[in-house]
């Protein structure tokens, strides 16, 4: 069985599952052009109806961070563009627009017109890049033939996508989306159900995330441990607490291997600004 070296001590492990956003994927190259085009064309929507939503108040919406042109440039990774589910970003946006005065139905209608038109931009312009390391990581676990899945709180079609334009939807043998449990993240639902098709015991898996709905799921499930990514802090001091405080350990991914050493294979990662 591989050996996942951490900070805190070495862990046998048979499988890992991994966090899409944020962990594989840059978050903010890919959700950024998104939420901005989400909130953009709801406030135009506002506008066309004689309605105006604050600006300064949109980065609080989703838990975004903006520079000084309305740029998204990092997020809080426990708020709900993180670790929200799809239908929970709507009904966010559909809740602002009621409070406005539009009515539910013309709210979500509305909220629909903005995903549709965000969602064509992504599906244009494919802006997915991987984390630091990350191609280097899935070889060596590959290699090792350890068996990966993706947990992830976006739908499970939208999920394949985003692995398929960066070209490693190869490397997972099973893609676990919110639309395949009862509850997303961070109950244990999509854990159990990725351990399930590997066929493997939640006590044999890592978890590597980059929020603290990663974690929590990660215990709630029994996983052997959970590694959060170190996040920028940009997006404030209590999102990284709340990551650390819940994870086994915390690392830069950029750092992480899998190697083959006589007698067993290890997977490691950096030891540096890592805690309990």
Known sequence: MPTLITPHGEQ??????????GTLLEFVSLWGSWGECFLARFSRQLEERGLEFP?????????TVHDAEG???????????????????????????YLLGLSWAESMELTDRCRQEADALME???PVLPLPGLLHFLDECAAEGIPLAVVTADETAAAENHLRWLGIRGYFSAVIGTDQVERGKPFPDMALLACERLGIQPAEAAVIGDTNGDMRMAKAAGMAVAIGIAGNAAAGPAAAAATRAAASCCCDQSSCRCRQQPGRRECSGNRTGCWQ
Do not use: C, E, V
């Not at 300064?56 to 838990?63: E, K, N, R």
């Not at 740029?71 to 709900?80: A, L, T």
């Open 55 to 63: 600006a300064q108040h949109l980065a609080s919406l989703l838990g």
């Open 12 to 21: 046998p492990i048979s499988a890992i599952l991994f966090d899409k956003d």
């Open 71 to 97: 740029r998204i440039i990092d997020y809080d990774r426990n708020g709900p563009l993180a670790m929200g589910t799809m239908s929970d970003l709507y009904a966010i946006l559909s809740w602002q627009g």
């Open 124 to 126: 244009q312009s494919k």
